[in-house]
């Protein structure tokens, strides 16, 4: 088998201090468990726009559809606020998932031990968590036509439209069945088939490709209200869930922060199987390049460091390399490691972003 090719894409702000951790880890595989990638870097968002006056160059857009997966920062900053929509730094990230046609969009909520008591739910209804939400991410209502705000008479009257095909269903569906394949075995769709339309479409789709293509992963349908009730109560009761675009940006929001700081959140974007059986793929921290804390060596890196996890897991097939890396940052988190952002107590010194990485390495 070829080398695996990595595109590296740090990005703006607390991106390039956070990716930088990433880099020696994968140094780290390379030198002492004998996995090599072909890691290319370059420019997306903001630095890409002071360097070639666009926030995502061709050149970078071509490689990202080449590699076998993308690994990227976050993007932005106040200095760029009043550029044309067009050339603004979140305009290369959104063309990154829109050209890679990245439809399931991954999102764990996993709580390691030592942060439970962090959780604003009690510690023995996150301990040990560890789920998974994959939201269609490029259909459905943030996207159907017809849309807009027109006039009706003497009123304003404001339209979006949910809109699924079968297709956009069933695909986002395969995603979620091979990833619960490689998890708990498990997985519940989410809709509101009892007043939608679309929501009747999407449970028919996904009880089809169930019958067709996994009969092995036992399948449960809720409604999405009730899911977000049960995912408050008892979230240690789903494995995988998949969802539409909107109830999936609601429920992955309220999923990842049962267990603690923006600073912990990897996210993977998955798009259809390329010639060598892997997905199409962009892993990125959840959080944003936080121009309040950039270059002051406070960034938590974990949140990118677990989204290398997840390339690992889902487009490397090192199912174990990956849990040896959550392992090592579950241990960094237990052995009282923690950046600024994890601490509680006043008074207690933070580690820098490089000596969470460290820690990590050491582990
Ligand atoms: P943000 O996620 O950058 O920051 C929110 C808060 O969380 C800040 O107080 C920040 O210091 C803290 N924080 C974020 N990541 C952290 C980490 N790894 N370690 C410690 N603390 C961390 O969101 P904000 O402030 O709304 O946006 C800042 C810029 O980032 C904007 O230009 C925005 O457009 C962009 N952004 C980019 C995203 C991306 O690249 N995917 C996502 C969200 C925002
Ligand atoms: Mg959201």
């Given at each position: 088998m070829s080398t695996p090719s990595l595109l590296i894409l740090p990005g703006d702000g607390i991106g390039p201090e956070v990716m930088q951790q990433v880099r020696r880890i994968i140094d780290w595989y390379g030198d002492k468990?004998?996995?090599k990638f072909e890691v290319s870097e370059d420019l997306v968002g903001g630095c890409a726009y002071d360097k070639h006056?666009?926030?995502?160059?061709d050149d970078t857009m071509a490689k990202a559809q080449e590699v076998d997966a993308v690994l990227l920062g976050a993007v932005g900053g106040?200095?760029?606020?009043?550029?044309d929509f067009s050339l603004k730094p979140e305009r290369g990230l959104l063309r990154l998932r829109k050209e890679m046609d990245l439809y399931a969009n991954l999102r764990p909520a996993q709580c390691f031990d030592a942060l439970?008591?962090?959780?604003?739910?009690k510690t023995d209804v996150v301990s040990g968590l560890d789920i998974m939400i994959v939201r269609e991410l490029t259909s459905g209502v943030y996207f159907g036509e017809p849309r807009g705000v027109i006039k009706e008479g003497n009123e304003r009257v404001g339209i979006n439209t949910q809109r699924y095909t079968e297709s956009e269903i069933a695909r986002v569906a395969r995603s979620a069945f091979e990833l619960a394949r490689k998890r708990g075995n498990k997985l519940c769709s989410m809709e509101k088939a009892n007043v939608m339309e679309s929501g009747v479409l999407w449970r028919d789709v996904v009880t089809e490709v169930h019958q067709a293509e996994y009969p092995d992963v036992e399948l449960s349908h809720m409604y999405a209200d009730a899911g977000a009730m049960q995912l408050t109560r008892?979230?240690?009761?789903?494995?995988v869930i998949v969802t539409d675009n909107l109830f999936g940006d609601l429920l992955s929001d309220l999923a990842a922060m049962l267990?603690?700081?923006?600073?912990?959140l990897p996210s993977a974007s998955l798009g259809a199987p390329m010639e060598n059986g892997r997905p199409k793929a962009l892993y990125e921290p959840?959080?944003?390049?936080?121009p309040d804390i950039?270059?002051?060596?406070?960034?938590?890196?974990i949140a990118c460091i677990l989204s290398f996890a997840m390339a690992l897991r889902?487009?490397?097939?090192?199912g174990a390399e990956a849990d040896r890396l959550e392992k090592a940052v579950e241990k960094v988190l237990a052995d009282g490691v923690r950046t600024a952002d994890l601490l509680?107590?006043?008074?207690a010194k933070p580690a820098s972003t490089s000596e969470a990485g460290d820690a990590v390495l050491a582990a």
């Amino acid at each position: 088998m070829s080398t695996p090719s990595l595109l590296i894409l740090p990005g703006d702000g607390i991106g390039p201090e956070v990716m930088q951790q990433v880099r020696r880890i994968i140094d780290w595989y390379g030198d002492k468990r004998g996995l090599k990638f072909e890691v290319s870097e370059d420019l997306v968002g903001g630095c890409a726009y002071d360097k070639h006056g666009t926030p995502l160059h061709d050149d970078t857009m071509a490689k990202a559809q080449e590699v076998d997966a993308v690994l990227l920062g976050a993007v932005g900053g106040p200095q760029y606020d009043t550029l044309d929509f067009s050339l603004k730094p979140e305009r290369g990230l959104l063309r990154l998932r829109k050209e890679m046609d990245l439809y399931a969009n991954l999102r764990p909520a996993q709580c390691f031990d030592a942060l439970a008591d962090f959780s604003s739910l009690k510690t023995d209804v996150v301990s040990g968590l560890d789920i998974m939400i994959v939201r269609e991410l490029t259909s459905g209502v943030y996207f159907g036509e017809p849309r807009g705000v027109i006039k009706e008479g003497n009123e304003r009257v404001g339209i979006n439209t949910q809109r699924y095909t079968e297709s956009e269903i069933a695909r986002v569906a395969r995603s979620a069945f091979e990833l619960a394949r490689k998890r708990g075995n498990k997985l519940c769709s989410m809709e509101k088939a009892n007043v939608m339309e679309s929501g009747v479409l999407w449970r028919d789709v996904v009880t089809e490709v169930h019958q067709a293509e996994y009969p092995d992963v036992e399948l449960s349908h809720m409604y999405a209200d009730a899911g977000a009730m049960q995912l408050t109560r008892w979230p240690k009761q789903f494995d995988v869930i998949v969802t539409d675009n909107l109830f999936g940006d609601l429920l992955s929001d309220l999923a990842a922060m049962l267990t603690g700081s923006l600073g912990m959140l990897p996210s993977a974007s998955l798009g259809a199987p390329m010639e060598n059986g892997r997905p199409k793929a962009l892993y990125e921290p959840v959080h944003g390049s936080a121009p309040d804390i950039a270059g002051q060596g406070k960034a938590n890196p974990i949140a990118c460091i677990l989204s290398f996890a997840m390339a690992l897991r889902y487009s490397f097939d090192q199912g174990a390399e990956a849990d040896r890396l959550e392992k090592a940052v579950e241990k960094v988190l237990a052995d009282g490691v923690r950046t600024a952002d994890l601490l509680q107590a006043e008074g207690a010194k933070p580690a820098s972003t490089s000596e969470a990485g460290d820690a990590v390495l050491a582990a």
